[in-house]
C-alpha cells in the first residue's frame, strides 16, 4: 500500500483519488501517473497529502483527507470542475480513506450527499483482527473501534461505486474486501459495480493506469466508464 490523499476533479466529471500505502509511508508525488492520466482524459486531478503514522494514528488520517475534500467542494467551481459531478478515488490503504469518506458520514457530514461517485481499487475495507503490524500501529491494534471498519458504514445513502482489485493480490484479500463490500452495497441498493481483474497484483492494479502497463489489465477503461470521460489523449 502507498499513502497520500489524492482528490481528482474532473472539468465534466469531478473525481477525487486516494492513493494507498500503510498509512505510514508514501507521497502524492508517487500518483502523479494517475493525475497524468485523468487530465489527459479530461479531469481535473488534485492529489493532497495526508499524514501518516508515526506522526498521526487514526482517524486522523481521515481527518486530513476530510478536508481535502472538503477544500474540493469549495473550489470545484472556480477550478472548472462540476459540482455536481465529484468522485472519490483510492487505491490500497488510499480506498480504504476514500470509501471511508464516501460511507461514513462522520468526515464530510451532509457534504457527503454531494459526491457523485466512489471508486475504489484493492481496497482493505473489513480488517479486523488486524494482522499486518504497520497497520496495527496505525490503528492502535488492539484497542481498535469496530467502527473503523468501513463495512459497518454501508447504507442506501452510499454513492454509487465502482470497486476493482486484482485475483492474485496477496497483501488484500479481494475475496473479503473488494466483493464483500460490492455484495453489502448491492444488498442495500447502492448501484455498484465489482471487477476482479487477471494479470494483475496489488500494486499493478494501479500501475496499469501509467500508460507503459495499460495492456496489463483494463483499469483505465473501467474507471473512464464510470466517470463518463473518453480516453482521449490518454490512449
Known amino acids: 500500500m502507498t499513502d497520500s490523499c489524492e482528490i481528482t476533479l474532473e472539468a465534466v466529471s469531478s473525481i477525487g483519488q486516494i ?23 479530461g479531469a481535473i ?20 483527507c476530510a478536508a481535502a475534500m472538503q477544500w474540493v467542494f469549495t473550489h470545484a467551481r472556480e477550478l472548472g470542475g462540476d459540482p455536481s459531478r465529484i ?9 480504504y480513506n476514500a470509501a471511508m469518506l464516501a460511507l461514513d458520514v462522520r468526515w464530510l457530514g451532509a457534504q457527503r450527499e454531494r459526491l457523485a461517485g466512489f471508486i475504489g481499487i484493492a481496497g482493505p475495507y473489513d480488517f479486523l483482527p488486524i494482522e499486518n503490524p504497520d497497520t496495527r500501529r496505525a490503528f492502535n491494534w488492539p484497542d481498535t ?20 482489485a486484482a485475483r492474485s493480490d496477496h497483501l488484500v484479500d479481494p475475496q473479503r474486501n473488494t466483493v464483500g463490500l460490492g455484495q ?7 448501484p ?7 494479470g494483475v497484483s496489488h500494486g499493478t492494479v494501479i500501475g496499469a493506469m501509467a500508460r507503459p502497463l ?6 483505465r477503461a473501467e474507471v473512464l466508464a464510470f466517470l463518463g470521460l473518453r480516453a482521449g489523449d490518454a490512449k
Open 19 to 41: 492513493p494507498a500505502g500503510d498509512w505510514d509511508a508514501g507521497e502524492r508525488a508517487n500518483y502523479r501517473f494517475v493525475g497524468e492520466f485523468l487530465a489527459a482524459s
Open 45 to 64: 486531478a488534485i492529489i493532497p497529502d495526508y499524514r501518516l503514522y508515526p506522526e498521526v494514528r487514526y482517524p486522523d488520517f481521515l481527518k486530513d
Open 192 to 198: 455498484a459495480a465489482v471487477q476482479v481483474l487477471d
Open 184 to 190: 453489502r452495497l448491492k444488498a442495500a441498493g447502492v
Open 145 to 164: 473501534p469496530r467502527d473503523s471498519q468501513v463495512f459497518g458504514h454501508v447504507t442506501p445513502a452510499a454513492p454509487r461505486t465502482l470497486l476493482l
Open 214 to 219: 495499460r495492456f496489463l489489465a483494463p483499469v
Open 87 to 95: 468522485h472519490v478515488m483510492g487505491h490500497s490503504a488510499g480506498a
